[in-house]
């Protein structure tokens, strides 16, 4: 196991390079909100190796992360003249919101079998958009920590994975634990969304959601 630090001396760009070499490697990476697990979406074996550290219930979904707003429409079954427009992409992403959507067949079919649905975000931290970028494709990534422990905003909090990782990549102290991990919001259903994790994110989402596109929320959810 390799601990990269992030550092005003080491560039992003580096780190990000020494990452993408360990193609099929599982790491920890920070991100805006919290550190995180990641591997490549389309690597079967990383996906399960995931949810094998965590301990994690292979019926909890793995969200992913793509570089550029523009890998979203291929990825995801986004109809911009009927469903999510991309003014309202554009406004949520990128930053602390994963949107559900509804998944493409372009998709690892062993990444969340049990639904039609993906987690997507434009990352947001300049590391991870980076790495994205790097990788030219989707990466998966959950947060760094067991699955019955709190997320974690310090490398040195989940310190028991470290073992089972290929790189930890060290940036400090981030996030907020009075607030932590992204936004989730469900625009599967056309004109609606569904708050499905308040997140960091939420004034500034239902603001844009309801205030700027006019968007109902699901009576699921009231």
């Given amino acids: 196991m390799e601990i990269l630090y992030l550092c005003r001396k080491r560039k992003l760009r ?3 390079e020494i990452l993408r070499a360990t193609v099929a490697a599982l790491r920890a990476v920070p991100t805006d909100t919290i550190y995180g697990l990641t591997c490549v979406a389309p690597d079967s074996a990383a996906l399960r190796g995931v949810y094998d550290i965590k301990g994690r219930n292979g019926d909890k979904p793995l969200a992913i992360r793509v570089g550029e707003m523009q890998d979203i429409y291929s990825i995801c079954a986004v109809y911009t003249s009927v469903s999510v427009k991309e003014e309202l992409l554009r406004d949520l992403l990128p930053g602390s919101v994963t949107l559900v959507l509804e998944r493409s067949s372009s998709l690892n079919r062993d990444l969340n079998p049990f639904t039609k649905l993906i987690g997507v975000r434009v990352q947001g931290h300049p590391f991870m958009r980076r790495l994205c970028q790097m990788f030219g494709e989707p990466l998966a990534l959950t947060s760094a920590n067991l ?3 709190a ?3 310090a490398a040195n909090e989940f310190e028991d994975l470290w073992p089972s990782l290929a790189v930890v990549v060290d940036a400090g102290s981030i996030g907020d634990k009075s607030c932590l991990g ?4 469900d625009l599967s259903v056309c004109g609606r969304y569904r708050i499905i994790r308040p997140g960091c994110a939420l004034s ?3 603001q844009v959601l309801e205030g700027k596109h006019g968007l109902l929320e699901d009576p699921v959810n009231q």
């Fill in 14 to 16: 580096d780190g990000a």
């Fill in 147 to 149: 699955s019955t422990q």
């Fill in 151 to 153: 997320s974690t905003v």
């Fill in 182 to 185: 992204s936004t989730v919001v």
């Fill in 204 to 206: 500034a989402t239902v």
